[in-house]
């Protein structure tokens, strides 16, 4: 079946043609060079698209009246006058189309640029506007591809089983082991080849419905089922810190915690409470074709890579004709990966740790302050060849947009000369404590013992807190935090300001949704409904086929949720006030639509640990349970709605029913919070867990961060660190300055509105900069910068159909080949403690890069004090 704007000589990727009739075919289509005029050939470049792009537009463009473009040209212009994604020479052309009266009362005299803009919105309403879509992203579908089948369902469920256990199993070791979904995906492929090989094509009826064992070719749309299964399954319920910190003995020990149904009902609650903000968001986040959702776009184009596709000849680097194949192409650069992992990650680890400029003098502080890999290394022109350093704070460069990935680096080097001043001044005692190190300080330079600030019970002692310390943090770690308010301030601000107009559009259609009258939608030929009001691209249109789930599923998920948070926090002494999960519903309702189109847009996401803990800490002062609780619904429902919207988005490029992503993402996310929770009971009763005698290294690293921050946080309080009795309160000038950066930002752009510049800033992503400190520096960051310039300025800008076809599965392969890499390295030469010994793997530990380095030390006994006895003398 084939839609409208699929050209005559497109096949579909389901197809079951030969594989090499339909690169033929592909190919033939795609250079037609007769197809194209002179002036057609002139703007495919200015209009950032391939030729087939162009080819294809053309058959929509010719039936487009002048006046229908118009309103569609001022459409666009509205919502992406100030999309950083969107060509800026599109907007350029669309603003002269609109400003000149003469192109509509003489429309011969401009025969071209109303052919231009016929074009242009041929492509938005046919395709998506953006180059990076449309390389992966079919604008075909064939509703009669099967997805829901029992093949996809019984490995989706495996792999939620899978990636729950083993997850939960190492998430206490020291370090961590992880599988990702992108593993399950890539393993999912050969088990769904092999039952389409295998398995018999045995028939049953079920609810009045015909299933198959097997319904023939494993195809694109089960896969991505069985992907979204993996992706929820993967994350661990949050509360699990919450117990763990109740459990041990030597932490709050309090044991009615180990009660399978009291941790069942907050796994339950945490882990659904997002669905319902996700679902009620897809106006927002998830239909609009602006929110892009870069890390989407990797995970289908691995999906595509595996799943054999027409395969077109493309003009690359070189001036070279590339005719691999995405999946041939996939596996050549996953090898690759796979092999060299080993060296940075094992056999050579100076390649991760690339401190060539402090082996001059190792032990020079000040050099190692400024060119060292573990210290700030502001000035090294090139800190590592370790794929997993440059893609580890999350900015992929071949995955995020470029001018997402300028702008944290350059926020990253802005708070870099910000902590390098903190740190060399002595601001805060910051000289005593390593430049870059997260933990907590007392006034002696040691790791802040909590337990010395608690009484019996494990609640807050005032008399023994005074007696012992306040908190100290190091230079990066408190501008982190004022990073964190800041960026909060800024994102609300962006989105109020910037994105006023779409979020406008998005209430009205959530305010229809939820209307008694519902409006029959008009529909074409081929059964694809016509969108009313502003313009949508063709997921949008083909999406509208399959039924959509009503929004009263997803609220009435999101009441289930908070009824089991309800239970879990009252049928238990939790001393915890029930009112923690409506505050974390609230939370997210405020900042979920910020958060979400600022990722779906840029890449990045804003998460709310720092502003949950900041406010349950107020709330729940000298109760570090009550914080916890307030900081896991706080934080985690809106990281969950955010995620899953990225899931309900890779299911509507995919063209998969909404009713069953809605099935898979429930079933995936109960089958693994049941398994976690098993796991968790297990490991719970394993003798010496979370001690140094504890087997296999479960030594609770991330458990016993997350004790120290709820009693930091929780029992000491955020107003005895950031009030007006804490030396940290100047931070609090974020939360204005954050809003003002935004401000100052939108007068530049109001005074200079056609600014290319201007266009590319992002002031929310120059704050999260800010964030990757601590215990990161600048060596994290920066190598992000040169590889996203190659990727998406470069190679796009002059071989766009080699940059479509490749640059998102190199991305894929290089993620699976480094997480299958480090599987195999863990339960081989790490089970077993294998070590190489020489220069390669001791270099960097030498000096300052091994062992920490202060500006300023403390005699003994000696010991520093707050900024307010510095300025009148300690007592």
Known sequence: MRYRGQSENIVSADSHS?????ADEKYAAATVDEELNGFEQAIESELNVTEQDLIEAKATAESMTLEGVKALAENILKIHKHDPNFPHTILEKIQEFLSTPDVFENPEKHNELIWEMKLEAALVTNNSPYAEVRGVVDNIDDVDTPCSTVRAWSIGIFFSVALA??????????????????????LAFPMGKAWEKIVPDWRFTLFGVQHSLNPGRFNKKEHMLIALMATVAQSLPYTQYIIWTQVLPFQFNQQYARSFGYQILIGLSTNFIGYGLAGLTRKFLVYPAYCLWPASLVTIALNSALHKEYNIPVLGPFKKIYRASRYRFFFYAFTAMFVYFWFPNFIFQVLTYFSWMSWISPNNHTLDILTGFNSAGLFNPWPTWDWNIVAYTGTDPLMIPAFSTFNTVAGGFIFGLIIIAVYFTNTWNTGYIGIVDNHVFDHFGARYNVSRALDAHGMYDHEKYMDYSAAYLGAANTIVYGAFFGVYASAITYVAIFHRYEIAMGFKSLFKAFSFKKKKRNTDA???????????????????????????????VLLIAAACGFAGILAWPTYTTAATVPYGVLLALIFVIPVGVIKAMTGIEVTLNVLAEFIGGMFAQGNALAMNYFKSFGYVTCAHAVGFANDL??????????????????????????????????????????????????????????????????????????????????????????????????????????????????????????????????????????????????????????????????????????????????????????????????????????????????????????????????P
Not at 18 to 22: G, I, P, Q, T, V
Not at 169 to 181: E, H, Q
Not at 543 to 549: A, D, F, L, N
């Open 165 to 186: 256990a083993v997850n939960q199993l190492f998430s206490v070791r020291n370090p961590p082991i992880s599988v990702t979904s992108n593993v399950a995906q890539l």
């Open 649 to 874: 988005k890779m299911a509507h490029y995919l063209k998969i029913p909404p009713w069953h992503t809605f099935a898979a993402q429930m079933v995936g996310t109960l089958v693994s919070t049941f398994v976690a929770t098993a796991v968790m009971q297990y490991q719970i009763n394993i003798e010496n867990i979370c001690t140094t005698a504890a087997p296999m290294r479960m030594t609770c690293p991330g458990p016993s961060t997350f004790f120290t921050a709820s009693v930091l946080w929780g029992t000491i309080g955020p107003i005895k660190v950031f009030g007006p009795q804490g030396q940290y309160g100047a931070l609090l000038l974020g939360f204005p300055l954050g809003a003002l950066v935004v401000l100052i930002f939108w007068g530049f752009t109001k005074k200079f509105p056609n600014s290319r510049l201007l266009r590319q800033i992002h002031p929310v992503a120059i704050w999260y900069g800010g964030l990757n400190w601590a215990p990161y520096g600048f060596s994290y960051i920066w190598p992000a910068a040169p590889i996203a310039w190659l990727s998406w300025i470069y190679v796009k800008q002059r071989y766009l159909a080699f940059w479509s076809k490749y640059n998102f599965v190199l991305s894929a392969a290089f993620s699976a080949g480094i997480a299958i890499s480090g599987i195999v390295m863990f339960f081989t030469v790490g089970w077993y403690g294998i070590t190489i010994d020489w220069w390669g793997n001791t270099q960097p530990s030498v000096g300052c890069e091994g062992e920490t380095c202060t500006l300023k030390t403390l005699a003994d006994g000696e010991r520093f004090y707050p900024w307010w006895n510095s300025w009148v003398g300690a």
């Open 18 to 22: 030969d594989d090499k009739n339909m």
């Open 526 to 556: 081929d059964g694809i409904a016509e969108i009313e009001g502003e313009y949508s691209d063709i997921h949008m249109k083909l999406m509208s086929k399959y039924p959509e789930v009503s929004e009263i599923w997803y609220l009435a």
